[in-house]
């Protein structure tokens, strides 16, 4: 987590003083209309207090988000980032406001997706960006992974969740092997990520297999065992002969698509309807996230 939010504020975070030393500032009214006499040559769509800054304004030009001082003098270019959720505020805000921001559900790579069997055929659909080392996507998955009641309703989480839910593994590319870089080769975080990806996709039961990595311990066990050298059951998990399965297309299709649409981070949710949701969702608001694609429809 702590990797993540380095690099978004590393990134994303310029805190540029634009006014005009001639300009003089402005008094705020507190409607936000300070901006719109500093920045006369630029469209604004909206301005609005921001209520997690504050004294802060949420900035809408055209489809880009960045936030305002009182004064009408400084801006800032960058996102608002929530730890205790792990919800980027401003992408979300960026797809509210962006109208083109659906992704048909027929682009997505679903045949290399993994699926949850039990869903009815006319379930809402949903589809999650995940990678193995996200902590939010572990918990997304034990959220979103069903069971059966004694009465055979479908339930996750104790609670009725009838949804038609593919997984898409995201892992970085391969890195070259250098005989001089052993040690360090077979602990970079990139190849255990691949690996990982790899024996879920070429281990038989893709499923199963996606079930164990998500136990708690499991990406530390398979870790070590890499670094064993042991390359044909690391954390448990039997790889079928490489002539046998070749993973490569199917993380390869998933990374392009996630690169395509500029989806950074882990988990994305994508709905039935093309809807985007970045970050992870409680099971209760990620029904009604998915439930606001039916009212859409009537």
């Known amino acids: 987590?702590?990797?993540?939010?380095?690099?978004?504020?590393?990134?994303?975070?310029?805190?540029?003083?634009?006014?005009?030393?001639?300009?003089?500032?402005a008094e705020d009214t507190g409607d936000g209309e300070v901006w719109r006499k500093a920045l006369p040559n630029t469209a604004i769509r909206d301005i609005h207090p921001e209520p997690r800054l504050p004294g802060m304004y949420e900035i809408v030009m055209g489809n880009n988000v960045v936030y305002g001082d009182a004064t009408g003098r400084y801006l800032v270019f960058g996102r608002i980032y929530d730890v205790q959720t792990n919800e980027d505020i401003t992408q979300g805000r960026i797809d509210q406001v962006t109208t083109a921001r659906r992704i048909p559900w027929e682009s997505l790579p679903l045949q290399y997706a993994l699926r949850e069997s039990l869903a009815?055929?006319?379930?809402?659909?949903?589809?999650?960006?995940?990678?193995?080392?996200?902590?939010?996507?572990?918990?997304?998955?034990?959220?979103?992974?069903?069971?059966?009641?004694?009465?055979?309703?479908?339930?996750r989480m104790g609670h009725?969740?009838?949804?038609?839910?593919?997984?898409?593994?995201?892992?970085?590319?391969?890195?070259?092997?250098?005989?001089?870089?052993?040690?360090?080769?077979?602990?970079?975080?990139?190849?255990?990520?691949?690996e990982l990806a790899d024996h879920i996709i070429c281990g038989g039961s893709p499923e199963l297999n996606l079930q164990h990595a998500m136990q708690d311990g499991f990406v530390e066990k398979f870790s070590a065992d890499l670094r064993r050298h042991n390359r044909v059951t690391p954390g448990g998990i039997t790889r079928k002969h490489g002539k046998d399965c070749d993973s490569r297309p199917a993380l390869a299709a998933v990374r392009e698509f996630a690169k395509k649409h500029g989806l950074t981070g882990t988990p994305v949710l994508i709905s039935g309807d093309g809807r985007v949701h970045r970050g992870y969702l409680t099971p209760e608001k990620l029904m009604a996230w998915l439930n606001e694609g039916k009212d859409n429809k009537q």
């Open 120 to 155: 009815p055929h006319d379930a809402p659909k949903l589809a999650i960006l995940h990678a193995n080392d996200c902590g939010w996507c572990r918990r997304l998955y034990h959220d979103v992974k069903s069971t059966k009641d004694e009465n055979r309703n479908i339930i």
């Open 1 to 25: 987590m702590a990797q993540k939010l380095n690099r978004w504020l590393g990134a994303l975070m310029a805190l540029l003083a634009l006014a005009s030393t001639a300009v003089a500032v």
């Open 160 to 194: 009725e969740f009838a949804v038609d839910v593919r997984f898409m593994i995201l892992s970085p590319e391969k890195p070259t092997y250098r005989p001089e870089n052993d040690a360090e080769y077979w602990s970079s975080s990139d190849l255990v990520m691949h």
